[in-house]
């Protein structure tokens, strides 16, 4: 398990080596290669994967996982466990869904960055390749999302192997470097990152923009957590990932020592000339797996927010049949490809999309401190002077970070900002036009009791079969319901009012799906409870159903789905901008007959016009 998390959960920061110390030395806000300031940034560069990722996410936050699960949307169930709903329960879920938004555009700059760093190593072996490294980057950033129809246990299998060989090949570069000056190991004593921030304030600060490099991707060791669980990975970080991360950093450091001229690319400055064209093509396998790893947590960030209700229904394909975490969402493949592209093309190479990397990383971290703060003073019970040191320490650390990475704003840092402050405003008009629209509905829902009763009165004709009806009150008469009698003037022998639900979990256990009530004249409620990880089958939940008395024949059983146009309505409760944004997502949403595997042939949908 440890190997395999290596492959997936490591990929990311383990990349970093390609283009961390390049930017510290290199670009507008390059550091001078002295001697102090390469120990200096050595130094913070070693304190920074103590702190945030082996002491922060690591040891702490990896504690916080929702029966297992992580990652930020995780994270903000378990903190609005303890939160009463209100004002400040709004704030935090606004906090959680806002890093979720941001890790969208960390999806698009990791593949760009990571790849065109690997390719640049090119540039080292001979500058005639030069002007092929954007062709190159190009046609291997386009053949990984293409193939992400597949499946990522197609390429899985290599991930762990590939990897650990990729951290063993940093740790035998490093000590390389380190042997031309071994007293580069001295790095790690943290005075020589606090007198170089106290002899050179304004440096020092703008230096910690370039080291938040070398941490990039810590956040996504928590995010991973399900597939591998919390001991895997912290037994892959400690013996393996932060030894030879480190040791490469030392060796590149040795190296800039050595001779100054080797900060244009110290990390290909390591490798012998024989072996660069081979350390490039292992560069660009890390690099996809790296990539592969960022891919797939949109995939599933997405299938999260889509059960939590922040985002419409989407084509959700399963690649694999043995692992239901692996999913594949063409609708965010082409998105995240296309940005891709143009980031590649627009940036054209690593050191100027370095500028448009790190602020969502950082942003991303403190809210995930804020919310830990909550989980830990809440439900772990701390007391306040515990919880306020913990929030005090890793706030100090990850504010600055941040305000270090504001200098890159202009520079590009307003990239994943921008994409960062579209989703999640896309987001949020879902959640609240959702909102808005089941209010509607519902004031205009006739209560099920009185119906039931006025089928005594005044029965229609019954005709044999189950009919299904979808939705989101089982105390009100279904639209679609009312509309079947109302045009095929029948109602079937057996009528099933099913809503489906979403728990504040990742998974729910099949005994605990199904819930069955039976109600006068044929009429039975069915609760449908999934977790946020849970894929909704609705018609193997109803299998289930077989051992409580109440079988489903799929060949006899009807579903009825209601399918609302909306239209505009003065003071419906949204600006009018976001409105028309609810309106056009709400028209494109998923059909709910795919989202919940329903049985095409076995399907009826009625519409109706709502106002919303």
């Not at 440890?2 to 283009?19: E, F, Q, R």
């Not at 012998?272 to 690099?287: N, Q």
Request: glycine share 10%.
């Amino acid at each position: 398990m440890a190997v395999a998390a290596i492959g997936v959960v490591y990929g990311d920061i383990g990349t970093s080596p390609l283009y961390t110390l390049k930017e510290v030395f290199n670009g507008p806000h390059a550091i001078p290669v002295t001697p102090e300031n390469v120990y200096g940034i050595l130094s913070l560069v070693f304190w920074a994967l103590m702190l945030v990722v082996s002491v922060k996410y690591v040891i702490f936050i990896t504690r916080a996982d929702n029966r297992g699960e992580g990652g930020i949307m995780a994270l903000t169930s378990l903190a609005l466990r303890v939160v009463p709903a209100g004002r400040k329960a709004w704030w935090l879920s606004a906090l959680g869904v806002f890093g979720a938004a941001l890790f969208y555009g960390d999806g698009m700059i990791t593949p760009a960055i990571s790849v065109l760093s690997a390719v640049e190593g090119l540039e080292v072996a001979t500058p005639a390749f030069r002007p092929f490294v954007l062709p190159i980057a190009l046609a291997v950033l386009v053949g990984l999302f293409v193939m992400q129809r597949s499946g990522t246990h197609r390429v899985g299998a290599i991930f762990g192997p590939v990897m650990v060989c990729w951290f063993l090949v940093l740790a035998v570069l490093g000590g390389m470097g380190i042997a031309l000056h071994p007293e580069i190991l001295g790095a790690v004593d943290p005075r020589w990152a606090l007198s170089f921030l106290a002899d050179n304030p304004l440096l020092g600060w703008l230096g910690l923009g370039a080291v938040v490099l070398a941490i990039t991707g810590g956040e996504a060791l928590y995010a991973d957590m399900g597939h591998f669980g919390r001991r895997p990975i912290k037994l892959a970080w400690f013996t393996v990932v932060f030894p030879a991360l480190y040791l490469n950093y030392l060796g590149q450091g040795a190296l800039i020592l050595d001779h100054p001229d080797n900060v244009r690319n110290p990390f290909y400055l390591l490798v012998p000339d024989a072996l660069v064209y081979p350390m490039v093509g292992m560069a660009t396998l890390a690099t996809i797996i790296a990539s592969q790893a960022v891919i797939s947590g949109a995939f599933s960030l997405t299938r999260q927010a889509m059960q939590l209700g922040y985002a419409p229904r989407m084509l959700t394909i399963f690649t694999s049949e043995r692992e239901m975490g692996q999913i594949y969402v063409p609708g965010i493949n082409w998105m995240l490809l296309g940005a891709v592209i143009a980031l590649v093309v627009g940036f054209r190479s690593s050191s100027a999309l370095a500028s448009a990397y790190g602020l969502a990383v950082t942003m991303t971290m403190m809210i995930d401190t804020v919310l830990a703060f909550v989980v830990v003073r809440g439900l772990w019970g701390w007391g306040k002077l515990q919880a306020a040191l913990f929030l005090g320490v890793f706030l100090t650390v990850d504010i600055a970070f941040f305000s270090a990475t504001t200098v890159k704003i202009l520079a590009g840092g307003w990239f994943p900002l921008l994409i960062g402050a579209l989703i999640f405003s896309m987001l949020m008009t879902w959640k609240r036009g959702r909102t808005l629209l089941n209010t509607r509905i519902r004031s205009d829902t006739i209560p099920l009791d009185l119906f039931i009763k006025s089928m005594f009165t005044s029965p229609p004709p019954r005709v044999e079969g189950t009919a299904v009806f979808l939705t989101t009150w089982l105390d009100g008469v279904p639209r679609a319901l009312l509309h079947n009698i109302l045009h095929n003037k029948v109602l079937h022998e057996r009528v099933v009012l099913l809503t489906v639900e979403t728990a504040d979990v990742s998974r729910v256990p099949e005994q605990d799906r199904v819930q069955i009530e039976e109600l006068d004249y044929g009429f039975f409620r069915v609760k449908l409870l999934y977790g946020f990880m849970d894929d909704p089958d609705i018609p193997a939940a109803l299998a289930l159903c077989d051992d409580r008395g109440m079988p489903f024949d799929m060949m006899t059983t009807s579903f009825f789905l209601g399918r609302e146009t909306l239209v505009h309505r003065i003071g419906s409760g949204m600006a009018r901008w976001r409105e028309k944004l609810f309106i056009v997502m709400f028209r494109n949403a998923g059909s709910a007959a795919d989202y919940f595997h329903l049985p095409p042939n076995r399907v009826v949908e009625l519409g109706t016009q709502v106002e919303l």
